[in-house]
């Protein structure tokens, strides 16, 4: 059983780029066991309609089970920051998301990212190791996603 940290601060965060090749990735490996997906979104705080935002994601997960929350207040972020203006706080975010995971297993994605096809089956082989991994990024520039494929070039 999985829990899967998403995290943003930003209004378009280009979910779809996450979850489209998750849910194919699930399909293709005939992941069976339950996931659950913790949005942990920066941009509620600041969000004018958070209705319509929640109804995004949720439109997004199909039938795999969503947490969407806010960060926790930090003196950096949120009704009670300190600061004038609120900052993406990438570790409280994360620890927030570790705070909703009902799972024993937890693994991170961050907004604007495509995961390739090999992400989940790695995610699956470091649980059955019960091993931590780590992984790698690619930043990639003027990046071109097709949701027919759930592939990337740029």
């Known amino acids: ?46 969000c004018p309609d958070k209705k319509k935002r929640r109804e995004y994601f949720a439109s997004k997960v199909g039938d795999i089970e969503l947490v969407h929350v806010s960060p926790k207040p930090t003196k950096w972020q949120g009704e009670f920051r300190i600061t004038n203006d609120n900052y993406f706080a990438a570790s409280n975010t994360r620890n927030t998301g570790a705070c909703y995971a009902k799972y024993s297993y937890i ?28 992984g790698a990024y690619t930043k ?9 494929t759930c592939s990337y070039s740029g």
């Open 1 to 46: 059983m999985l829990s899967i940290i998403y995290i943003t601060f930003r209004e378009n965060c280009m979910f779809e780029w996450f979850i489209e090749p998750l849910r194919k990735s699930i399909t293709d490996n005939v992941f069976t066991m339950p996931i659950q997906i913790i949005v942990v979104d920066g941009y509620l705080y600041e």
């Open 107 to 134: 693994a991170f994605a961050d907004d604007l990212g495509i995961i390739s096809q090999r992400w989940l089956p790695a995610v699956i082989n470091a649980m059955e190791k019960n091993e931590i991994h780590c």
């Open 140 to 148: 990639v520039k003027d990046i071109v996603y097709n949701s027919s």
